[in-house]
């Protein structure tokens, strides 16, 4: 049965930082691409970052820089950093199993979800 699970989440002032993880419960961990995607109040899903079995990345315009994903497979982990945060990224975080996709079709399993947010 796969389980993923987020934490960090929180309430942080704008230009501040969090980092966020998700502890993954499936077998294989190493070999799936995990990715991060948000969603505010209102909006879809969107894709955040995402990152692969070789450590391959790649990130929305809207956070490239100021974010960074990172995986830590002895532990089954990925990890979000986020600085430089701005009221905008204020959303749920959720985090994803799948294939190395900027697209929620392309993850087959997902957390439950963090709350971010950034006061002005």
């Known amino acids: 049965q796969v389980q993923l699970v987020e934490s960090g989440g929180g309430l942080v002032q704008a230009g501040g930082s969090l980092r966020l993880s998700c502890a993954a419960s499936?077998?294989?961990?190493?070999?799936?691409?995990m990715g991060w995607f948000r969603q505010a109040p209102g909006k879809e899903r969107e894709f955040v970052a995402v990152?692969?079995?070789?450590?391959?990345?790649t990130y929305a315009d809207s956070v490239k820089g100021r974010f960074a994903i990172s995986r830590d497979n002895a532990k089954n982990t990925v990890y979000l950093q986020m600085s430089s945060l701005k009221p905008e990224d204020t959303a749920v975080y959720y985090c994803a199993a799948g294939s190395l996709s900027t697209r929620r079709g392309d993850f087959g399993a997902w957390g439950q979800g963090t709350q971010v947010t950034v006061s002005s």
């Open positions: 990152i692969g079995w070789n450590a391959v990345t």
């Open positions: 499936i077998r294989g961990f190493s070999t799936y691409a």
